[in-house]
């Protein structure tokens, strides 16, 4: 086992991605390790978010590897890999889920799971990658702005034993990272750009100019967001150019 070969548990930190990053600058951490806590009132996501969650409802880990095998421009990956596992976790208890671009988890319109991943390159080589999940399990009420929140137990009507399902998620996590290092990265971007939040739908979108009808096609190189309007003319979106108009 790779990821969970070492677990550091914390009561609760600021950020587990904020901590994982400060341990790396003065220890020695094999890869797989996991940095997780009951509760981080400064968790983040991308573009400055916040993550809510309730002291000893929820999960709330990162993930420390080295994947050095990966070019830094094909990075993304990783965060398909990450999602990946994430959903087949989720799929035990639920019909499906999907990929909203880039980096959250839906259940129908509602956001279960939120990735922040950060990697470090030096060298063009990428020297580490912090992989951070907030995954909604037990939590019933949210009370920050976010539109639109949801967890396994508000699902399914079930509670959740926590270190179960941290170690089951570690096992699928695993299982996807083990198909990345095999060379499977085709595969994975197969089964990712298949799981995407209103793949080919036509939907309404706002990038940095105007608000547009259009439809996702795939992902392209880099992680770009293709999509194609009702001209048929196709475009590629990077992270912060492109937004749903839910």
């Known amino acids: 086992m790779i990821i969970g070969s070492n677990l550091l548990f914390f009561e609760n930190l600021p950020s587990t991605n904020t901590y994982a990053s400060d341990l790396l600058k003065n220890t020695n951490l094999q890869e797989g390790t996991i940095i997780y806590t009951n509760y981080q009132p400064e968790g983040r996501g991308y573009s400055g978010t916040k993550w809510e969650s309730e002291d000893g409802k929820n999960l709330l880990i990162s993930i420390l590897l080295f994947p050095s095998f990966i070019n830094p421009e094909d990075q993304f990956s990783i965060s398909m890999t990450i999602s990946l596992g994430i959903c087949d976790f989720l799929m035990r208890d639920i019909p499906d889920c999907f990929i909203k ?11 279960i799971a939120g990735i922040l991943i950060e990697s470090s390159v030096l060298n063009n080589q990428i020297e580490f990658t912090i992989a951070g ?21 508000l699902l399914t009507g079930k509670s959740y034993d926590l270190p179960d399902c941290m170690n089951q998620l570690l096992t699928d996590l695993d299982k996807r990272y083990k198909q990345l290092i095999a060379g499977n990265s085709v595969q994975i971007k197969k089964e990712y750009v298949s799981k995407l939040y209103r793949l080919k739908e036509w939907c309404r979108f706002k990038d940095l100019k105007e608000i547009f009808t259009g439809r996702i096609l795939t992902v392209g190189e880099y992680g770009r967001l293709k999509i194609e309007n009702q001209n048929g003319e196709i475009s590629e979106f990077s992270f912060k150019e492109i937004e749903f108009i839910l």
């Open 133 to 153: 999940i907030g995954l909604n399990i037990n939590q019933e009420n949210f009370k920050s702005n976010a539109p639109n929140p949801v967890s396994l137990s």
């Open 101 to 111: 671009w880039p980096n959250d988890i839906y259940v129908n319109n509602d956001k």
